[in-house]
C-alpha cells in the first residue's frame, strides 16, 4: 500500500497539474504581496470624505428607523435637558448646574455617537 501512495505521490509531483498549481499559488503569493505593500488609497483624502458623506446620506435616506429615529431621539433629549436647566439663576450653584448639564450632555452625544463608527470604517475599506 504505502509503495502504490509513493508511486502515486511522484506521478502527481510530475505531472502537469502538479506545474499548474504550483504556478497558481505563486502567482497568488505575487498578488497578496502587492496588495499588502500598495495599502495607500488612490483616492485623495477629500474625494474620501465627499464618498463616505454621500454613502451615509443614502444609508439615512434608505434606514428609516435607525437614522431618522436616532435625530428624533436627540432632538428629544435636547428639548428635555433644555426645559430642566431652561431659568437658571447666575450663582454659584447655578454655574455648577450647567456645568453639569454640559457635561451629562456632552458625554451622552459622544456615547451615542460611537454607534455609526462601525459602519464609516466598514465604508473606509470599500474606497
Request: aromatic share 14%.
Amino acid at each position: 500500500m504505502k509503495d502504490i501512495r509513493a508511486i502515486l505521490i511522484q506521478k502527481y509531483k510530475s505531472s502537469v497539474y502538479a506545474t499548474l498549481a504550483r504556478n497558481k499559488i505563486e502567482q497568488i503569493k505575487f498578488t497578496e504581496e502587492e496588495i499588502r505593500l500598495s495599502k495607500k488609497s488612490n483616492a485623495s483624502w477629500l474625494k474620501q470624505v465627499y464618498t463616505l458623506t454621500d454613502r451615509s446620506f443614502v444609508n439615512m435616506k434608505r434606514d428609516v428607523s435607525y437614522y431618522w429615529i436616532r435625530i428624533l431621539f436627540y432632538l428629544g433629549v435636547g428639548v428635555t435637558t433644555g426645559s430642566i436647566y431652561f431659568e437658571i439663576d447666575t450663582s454659584y450653584v447655578a454655574i455648577i448646574a450647567r456645568a453639569k448639564c454640559q457635561a451629562f450632555v456632552y458625554g451622552f452625544m459622544l456615547c451615542a455617537s460611537i454607534g455609526g463608527l462601525p459602519s464609516i470604517i466598514e465604508e473606509l475599506k470599500v474606497i
